[in-house]
């Protein structure tokens, strides 16, 4: 499990939790506030500048895998993403906080 | 009123299920079981030695030589195996006598080795290799009818996932939603979720899964410049092999060089532990040829060739595919076989593949529910539903067991192992069309979870390669492989006590 695949499915889960949040239904099963229409945009840009950037964490094994491995990321933390919202609707968006901010650190340092 | 495109969509989508589904069920669960054929085989191998940190790939070459070199000293072709990156210790040697050009399989003789070059009995089984190939030619059917059916579900697979995106209205809106408790809605949510994130997976495996047997699926492939007939697919698979084709002046044997040299030039020019396999043609004749084929690191099948006369100089290098075509085709069948795949992508074609396994028997339990509902009043056919896909499972379960249960010696043990698969099949399948379709779906998710469960009980108490062992050496393939069975028969347990509660909850 090298560091880069991590980042890619760390990186693809947030991104995919930013897209959950910015729609109504998960963000009321998780008693989160409501937003305005830009907002949501602000959401869902947010969402695709993290998978963009997943993308890039998995080009660093070439291409060719990279792209199986990026596409492999986002298929199960999608799956993974899905099946916490369903159980626990503030854990799947507390735990995307929380991955952002050591992603974050962990970048910076 | 749904548009009229919806509508038909639906229908189609909904008749590919039933006609396609449990055989692609079937390819998917024993597709993604050959992720890990070779971990199974080791599995299926317990005569096989545990793993040995220290031993290098050069000596188990030159003991795999040694071997050769006593036990089949005139024959016209010897091979070396190893396969260093998923099964460090193995070592496996091929012979055949007679005509080095013959092609007929019965003259070629094989020995596993271990690390010294003594050659292990271990008990005739086709082990891991055997769910591959139910993987692509089913069982019990002539070889190329089961390839077309196969081909003609794949088919039918691209046109399903197709249908179902564009009946899926609400695709984007119901992205993350997985209700649970709410009986058929939340079966139709997981067989969405699951179909939806596995979606680019579906597509490549499907397509790239045609690729394979595209010669036979589209016969003039063949038919237009070699005619038809049995010996005309098999020229043409002949000339499409890339071995390189090599002749040259025999050597004088004076001057010839050691095999083990030949090892350490490979290693380098390539580094060391690159080896997959070396095949020598006429050995210790003045004509003799070897070829060094190398592992592979990436999806391109074909791996680099080096081919060495007799005196140890380089005659021949097949670098990678050696036009567009071949590239592509290497390409697109090594994503779909994933050899060159590390430990975490392997389990992520793994956990893709069940998971589409698991939508496609989603979807036969939501088609068979409605159907039961409005025909077929006497017959329990979502019982027969259940039984066939509770039980396969199960049945694969029950390999595992009788490879370890089976005795030894018995006359074609390996043939009666995959029969227990299709006798346990056909017993589940009787057992689920006697109860209920609750009771049956509960009895069977708990005896899957009693069969995967116990099974690392099994093998502690037939062989000397249990948790006990292994988890001390650490041998993690064998170690894994126990693990993984205790996790699926846990996975299974749940499954059970959830549906056992959210039946409670519908009922009471």
């Given at each position: 499990m090298?560091?880069?695949?991590?980042?890619?499915?760390?990186?693809?889960?947030?991104?995919?939790?930013?897209?959950?949040?910015?729609?109504?239904?998960?963000?009321?099963?998780?008693?989160?506030?409501?937003?305005?229409?830009?907002?949501?945009?602000?959401?869902?840009?947010?969402?695709?500048?993290?998978?963009?950037?997943?993308?890039?964490a998995s080009a660093q094994f070439g291409w060719v895998i990279g792209i199986v491995q990026w596409l492999g990321s986002v298929t199960l933390a999608g799956l993974a993403l899905t099946v916490i919202l369903s159980i626990w609707p503030r854990a799947a968006f507390v735990l995307a906080v929380v991955v952002l901010s050591i992603l974050l650190v962990v970048w910076a340092v | 009123m749904r548009p009229p495109i919806r509508q038909s969509m639906a229908w189609l989508h909904a008749w590919i299920g039933a006609v396609a589904g449990w055989i692609l069920y079937f390819i998917?669960?024993?597709?993604?079981?050959?992720?890990?054929?070779?971990?199974?085989?080791?599995?299926?191998?317990?005569?096989?030695?545990?793993?040995?940190?220290?031993?290098?790939?050069a000596q188990l070459l030159e003991a795999g030589f040694r071997r050769l070199g006593e036990r089949a000293p005139n024959a016209r072709i010897w091979v070396v195996s190893v396969s260093s990156n998923r099964d460090p210790s193995r070592l496996q040697v091929l012979w055949r006598e007679g005509e080095a050009s013959g092609n007929s399989r019965s003259l070629t003789k094989t020995e596993l080795l271990d690390a010294g070059g003594n050659p292990i009995a271990y008990r005739k089984t086709y082990g891991g290799q055997l769910l591959y190939r139910m993987h692509y030619q089913l069982h019990y059917i002539p070889v190329v009818e089961a390839r077309w059916i196969v081909g003609v579900c794949t088919f039918l697979l691209l046109i399903g996932a197709i249908t179902g995106v564009i009946i899926?209205?609400?695709?984007?809106?119901?992205?993350?939603?997985?209700?649970?408790?709410?009986?058929?809605?939340?079966?139709?949510?997981?067989?969405?979720?699951?179909?939806?994130?596995?979606?680019?997976?579906?597509?490549?495996?499907?397509?790239?899964?045609?690729?394979?047997?595209?010669?036979?699926?589209?016969?003039?492939?063949?038919?237009?410049?070699?005619?038809?007939?049995?010996?005309?697919?098999?020229?043409?698979?002949?000339?499409?092999?890339?071995?390189?084709?090599?002749?040259?002046?025999?050597?004088?044997?004076?001057?010839?060089?050691?095999?083990?040299?030949?090892?350490?030039?490979?290693?380098?020019?390539?580094?060391?532990?690159?080896?997959?396999?070396?095949?020598?043609?006429?050995?210790?004749?003045?004509?003799?040829?070897?070829?060094?084929?190398?592992?592979?690191?990436?999806?391109?099948?074909?791996?680099?060739?080096?081919?060495?006369?007799?005196?140890?100089?380089?005659?021949?290098r097949y670098d990678g595919p050696s036009s567009t075509p071949r590239l592509i085709n290497d390409i697109v069948l090594g994503l779909h076989e994933a050899q060159f795949a590390n430990p975490p992508l392997r389990w992520m074609?793994?956990?893709?593949?069940?998971?589409?396994?698991?939508?496609?028997?989603a979807g036969l339990f939501i088609f068979f529910g409605k159907l039961q509902s409005i025909s077929f009043r006497s017959f329990p056919i979502q019982q027969l539903n259940i039984g066939i896909v509770a039980g396969l499972p199960i049945s694969i379960a029950i390999y595992f067991w009788s490879n370890r249960i089976i005795p030894i010696d018995l006359e074609q043990r390996q043939a009666w192992e995959a029969n227990s698969i299709f006798v346990t099949w056909m017993l589940t399948l009787t057992f689920a069309l006697m109860r209920s379709a609750d009771k049956a779906m509960q009895n069977l998710l708990w005896a899957a979870s009693v069969a995967f469960g116990l099974l690392p009980v099994i093998n502690a108490l037939t062989t000397q390669r249990h948790l006990g062992i292994t988890l001390l050496r650490p041998d993690w393939t064998l170690a894994g492989f126990d693990l993984t069975m205790l996790a699926i028969g846990a996975a299974f347990a749940f499954a059970a006590v959830v549906t056992a509660r959210s039946e409670a909850q519908e009922a009471g």
């Open positions: 090298s560091p880069a695949l991590i980042a890619t499915f760390l990186l693809c889960y947030t991104g995919l939790a930013l897209f959950a949040a910015s729609m109504n239904r998960h963000r009321d099963a998780a008693g989160l506030v409501k937003i305005n229409r830009f907002g949501d945009y602000l959401l869902k840009a947010g969402g695709v500048l993290l998978i963009t950037l997943s993308m890039r | 998917f669960i024993t597709g993604a079981a050959t992720c890990f054929s070779v971990e199974i085989d080791r599995w299926m191998q317990p005569e096989r030695p545990l793993v040995s940190q220290n031993v290098s790939q899926h209205r609400r695709i984007f809106r119901d992205f993350f939603t997985l209700r649970f408790g709410k009986g058929r809605r939340t079966w139709i949510d997981v067989h969405n979720v699951l179909a939806v994130f596995t979606l680019p997976f579906q597509l490549m495996i499907a397509y790239s899964g045609l690729l394979f047997f595209a010669y036979i699926y589209l016969f003039p492939i063949v038919t237009i410049a070699y005619g038809s007939g049995d010996s005309s697919v098999r020229q043409f698979l002949n000339d499409l092999s890339t071995r390189p084709v090599v002749a040259g002046p025999a050597v004088d044997a004076a001057v010839r060089v050691s095999l083990p040299q030949i090892v350490a030039e490979t290693n380098r020019l390539w580094g060391a532990g690159q080896v997959r396999y070396v095949e020598i043609t006429d050995p210790g004749r003045p004509s003799e040829r070897v070829a060094v084929s190398r592992q592979r690191d990436g999806p391109f099948r074909a791996s680099e060739i080096l081919v060495f006369d007799a005196v140890g100089s380089v005659m021949g074609y793994f956990i893709s593949g069940v998971s589409v396994a698991f939508s496609i028997a």
